[in-house]
């Protein structure tokens, strides 16, 4: 069983920084892949960053590259999202998720790539 949980979310005035954590339980994490999500109010999930099982490979929606930054600690079995500059426009649920795979492929961005979701976290941008 795996479980993820994410921390870090929050009220932010915009031009302000979060940093999200999500912690993994139950089986390996650190051969992994693993991704954030956000939902907006309204919207679909989207896909905001991944990363694979060492880190050395990350990838970024563009909407949040050059202002978001993922990255992992496997001996916490813990994987982060720094955001930064944040706008209104970045206000959604952030989640975390776990993929089957190790590394990045062309389907990093796909929400049917990740087996298991954390229940989320609120961020909220005010202008």
């Known amino acids: 069983q795996v479980q993820l949980v994410e921390s870090g979310g929050g009220l932010v005035q915009a031009g302000g920084s979060l940093r999200l954590s999500c912690v993994a339980s139950?089986?390996?994490?650190?051969?992994?892949?693993m991704g954030w999500f956000r939902r907006a109010p309204g919207k679909e999930r989207e896909f905001t960053a991944a990363i694979n099982w060492n880190g050395r490979n990350t990838a970024y929606a563009s909407s949040v590259k050059g202002r978001f930054t993922i990255s992992r600690d496997n001996t916490k079995n813990t994987v982060y999202l720094q955001m930064s500059s944040l706008k209104p426009e970045d206000t959604a649920v952030y989640y975390c998720a776990r993929s089957a795979s190790s590394d990045l492929s062309y389907d990093y961005g796909s929400p049917n790539k990740y087996a298991y979701w954390g229940q989320g976290t609120q961020v909220t941008v005010s202008s």
């Open positions: 139950g089986r390996t994490f650190s051969s992994n892949v």
